[in-house]
């Protein structure tokens, strides 16, 4: 009995090691849950009183390990797009061009600056304003008429025209332009940039209204296209008869280009898509697609009208007189006329009156209030910071940088007097760098843009796979690549922009007149992922620089030919890709009809040998 009794103590001391380790390892600690729960307050009757929690208090490591993961994956983001860029010019810069970076710690600095102004400028895009246009876009059509409604949507286009970061590298070019070379196109810029950005702007209005309506009506893209386009390219075919206004195509086609950046695309794609849903018209694969590709055509037709007016109000010898009287006349410029103020004021005047506008819309006609609106001006002050901040990284940072390397580029081939030794190359092979460098810095710039990324995920889901993310991010790449390469091209041998755009969207009609809706829908949107932030203030800055290098006499088009370049790779991509999947398909299905005759055979022998 006495062993019997052992073996059972014996047995309960045995068991596995990792269950061991695990319980010995394990802090547990016991707490009554009289201790969490606060002291109960009584009243004079006895009665509890309502618990009033206190202000939570964090310590500094606490904050940080909330905040850091949050902010780590959109800093990853805005580096992935600068950082890269950046390396790839300073090393070809001082490798192949042979030439040290000048201001290097300037330009450091000024591209830190761009980095963490993205960063805040498009958290604050996401946190206040996007919420504010998707509230407003489910709410105004119940309680407005379309009319009422298509005029916000106008006004709206105007609004975040303003906001873009782009249209200030746009206005900043206004001083490298030679007014006795392009009178008009220094005009333009300059005495005449206020009126252009506003009919730029009323140009992705008109956009955003052909959106909606396309949105609720389910319109085909391809009619629209015609009909923009059209009247468009015949325009630039009576310009380029003409001396002068010849030389603000390059211009007027590169507005296209930037009006389709972070604030454009998602606060109009926000109201529009938020006025579909709410009419029940929403829930299509294709919602979304398409306003993108109006809103960079109609600013082309729109700055081709007010160059229009210009020819035929103001000869080119009164605009060289008064930018030569203005010269002249020149002062030392008001402190908000000076860098950083300057840039400053830009970034509240891009936000602020949108905002104010946003506000009118929820207050006065729609009668309602705000909600969340902590999180909402928290949003919207990251925005006016980040714009802030963006753009003093932009004067110092990449456009100082771009319009470094784009006029030692021509240094390669030819002359310069800033590059000591040259030309250091061959002519041919000094060309082929050029041009091998611009077609580089394309396909870079675009493969880090995250919008493809998440653009190729979307056409990838609604393709059910048949249009792989990958391929239409490389064929969006090379698009880019070729398309900056003939821009480059088109300033180095200094050809005239027509000759490359009218072939090129001669083409794009074509191949759209033979695709299907879906990849019409998503090729011509695919040219607005590739104007982003950074990529058109640095090609921008390239570009005019390189036009100075070798005395063309404007530096615009390149991002022009950036947007049609992807447009025609995802096309021809897109029919390709039909043909293999038809190709594929008929192979399946001769195969079936091949194969049915031997089955019935066989069904007939096995059922007479079953008799």
């Not at 306003?291 to 080119?316: D, E, K, M, R």
């Not at 041919?428 to 041009?435: D, E, K, Q, R, S």
């Not at 992922?529 to 005395?551: K, W």
Request: charged content about 10%; overall charge neutral; some cysteine.
């Amino acid at each position: 009995m006495a062993g019997d009794d052992t073996r059972p103590a014996a047995r309960e001391r045995q068991f596995r090691l990792g269950g061991y380790l695990r319980e010995v390892g394990m802090r547990q600690v016991s707490l009554s849950y009289n201790d969490l729960a606060p002291t109960p307050r009584l009243d004079a009757d006895g009665q509890p009183l309502p618990h009033e929690p206190g202000r939570l208090r964090l310590r500094g490591l606490d904050v940080y390990r909330l905040v850091a993961p949050y902010v780590q994956v959109r800093l990853v983001e805005q580096l992935r797009a600068v950082i890269p860029l950046a390396v790839y010019l300073v090393l070809f810069q001082v490798f192949v061009l042979q030439q040290p970076v000048q201001d290097a710690m300037v330009i450091v600095v000024g591209l830190a600056a761009v980095i963490f102004g993205l960063l805040f400028f498009m958290e604050g895009l996401s946190v206040g304003l996007m919420p504010f246009a998707e509230t407003l876009g489910r709410k105004l059509p119940a309680k407005s008429s379309l009319p009422v409604v298509l005029l916000i949507a106008c006004t709206l286009g105007v609004g975040v025209t303003f906001a873009e970061p782009a249209i200030g590298a746009l206005q900043a070019a206004g001083s490298m332009v030679d007014v006795e070379q392009a009178p008009y196109l220094h005009a333009l810029l300059t005495t005449y940039s206020l009126r252009l950005v506003l009919l730029v702007g009323l140009g992705v209005g008109v956009a955003a209204v052909l959106g909606t309506i396309r949105f609720l009506k389910g319109w085909s893209l391809k009619p629209l296209i015609y009909a923009v386009l059209g009247p468009t390219l015949l325009l630039t075919l009576v310009f380029a008869s003409h001396e002068q206004l010849q030389k603000i195509l390059g211009l007027a086609w590169d507005c296209g280009a930037v009006t389709t950046g972070p604030v454009t695309v998602p606060l109009v794609l926000s109201l529009g898509i938020g006025i579909a849903q709410s009419a029940g018209k929403g829930g299509g694969s294709l919602s979304g697609f398409g306003v993108v590709t109006l809103a960079s055509l109609f600013p082309v037709l729109a700055v081709q009208g007010l160059a229009i007016h210009l020819a035929l109000t103001t000869s080119p010898d009164v605009i060289i007189e008064a930018a030569r009287a203005a010269g002249a006349a020149a002062t030392t410029p008001a402190w908000h006329e000076q860098t950083p103020w300057v840039e400053v004021v830009l970034g509240v005047r891009a936000i602020v009156p949108l905002v104010l506008f946003l506000l009118f819309v929820l207050f006065v006609v729609l009668r309602d209030r705000l909600r969340e609106p902590l999180n909402i001006a928290f949003g919207i002050f990251l925005c006016v910071l980040g714009m802030c901040v963006f753009n003093i990284g932009l004067t110092h940072g990449l456009a100082k940088l771009g319009g470094q390397s784009g006029s030692l580029v021509p240094g390669s081939f030819t002359e310069v007097a800033s590059v000591e030794g040259s030309p250091l190359y061959a002519v041919v092979f000094g060309l082929l760098i050029a041009i091998g460098f611009a077609w580089v810095l394309g396909v870079g710039a675009t493969l880090a843009e995250p919008a493809l990324n998440a653009l190729g995920q979307t056409v990838e889901n609604l393709t059910s796979g048949a249009f792989r993310k990958t391929t239409l991010m490389r064929a969006v790449a090379l698009g880019v690549g070729c398309g900056i390469a003939a821009g480059v091209a088109k300033i180095i041998f200094d050809l005239p922009v027509w000759w490359l755009l009218v072939p090129a969207y001669g083409l794009a009609v074509l191949l759209t007149a033979l695709s299907t809706e879906e990849f019409v829908n998503i090729a011509w949107d695919s040219a607005g992922v590739t104007t982003g932030p950074v990529t058109v203030p640095l090609v921008l800055a390239m570009g005019l620089g390189l036009g100075n290098a070798v005395n063309a006499v404007e530096g615009f088009g390149i991002l022009s030919m950036a947007s049609i370049g992807p447009i025609l790779a995802v096309l021809a991509t897109g029919l390709w890709t039909q043909y293999r999947v038809k190709r594929r398909h008929d192979r399946t299905q001769a195969s079936a009809q091949a194969d049915a005759p031997s089955v019935s055979t066989t069904a007939i022998v096995s059922s007479g040998e079953a008799e």
